[in-house]
């Protein structure tokens, strides 16, 4: 430090010149005595940026964005379709590498981006565990099904259409099922 006080343009405090590198810890770096924010411009900073992402006209969320569970998605190596508009999918399927709905094409395949994104599930087969990330019921609407849900080690029985088979990232998602025999009952 100079020897000369220097005063933080937020809190208006000084910092009081001191040998050696004995700084506040309110306004100013220890190591190069630069100014840096103050806990009040912190705060300042903070609620502007909160104020400016509130005012910002928020694009509709996809159907295929918050339906499924992208993280397991990409965890699993699922295999996707992949789509600019929604109807003309494209004919190279593979794996999604990311997912970033702040971004218009928020769907990463390898160095690609994409609109839309669709995981390519396999059927249901009677008494085998099957994964479910997501979207809509696998399996028509009265057939029971043993399920398992997010944070929870049991399995429970219901029939099909008395289950919210998207995924909210609640303890209610479907994250895994058993198909039972056709005929079987509650």
Not at 45 to 67: C, D, F, H, R, W
Not at 131 to 151: A, N
Request: proline share 6%; glycine share 6%; charged share 25%.
């Amino acid at each position: 430090m100079n020897g000369k006080a220097k005063i933080c343009p937020d809190c208006k405090r000084y910092e009081a010149p001191t040998s050696g590198d004995a700084m506040s810890p309110f306004c100013w770096k220890k190591s190069t005595g630069d100014a840096t924010d103050c806990l009040q411009s912190q705060v300042r900073n903070l609620s502007a940026m909160v104020g400016e992402l509130m005012q910002k006209p928020q694009e509709p969320a996809t159907y295929t964005q918050i339906n499924y569970d992208w993280q397991r998605i990409i965890d699993d190596k699922m295999h996707c379709e992949f789509s600019d508009d929604g109807e003309v999918w494209s004919k190279e399927i593979s794996p999604l590498n990311g997912v970033d709905i702040h971004y218009e094409f928020p769907f990463r395949r390898i160095n690609i981006s994409w609109k839309y994104c669709r995981p390519i599930l396999p059927k249901p087969i009677v008494g085998q565990i099957a994964k479910h990330y997501g979207g809509e019921c696998p399996v028509t609407d009265d057939r029971v099904v043993l399920v398992r849900l997010r944070g929870r080690d049991k399995w429970f029985m219901y029939i099909a259409d008395q289950l919210n088979w998207t995924h909210e990232n609640t303890t209610g998602d479907v994250i895994e099922f058993i198909l039972l025999p056709d005929g079987v009952r509650i």
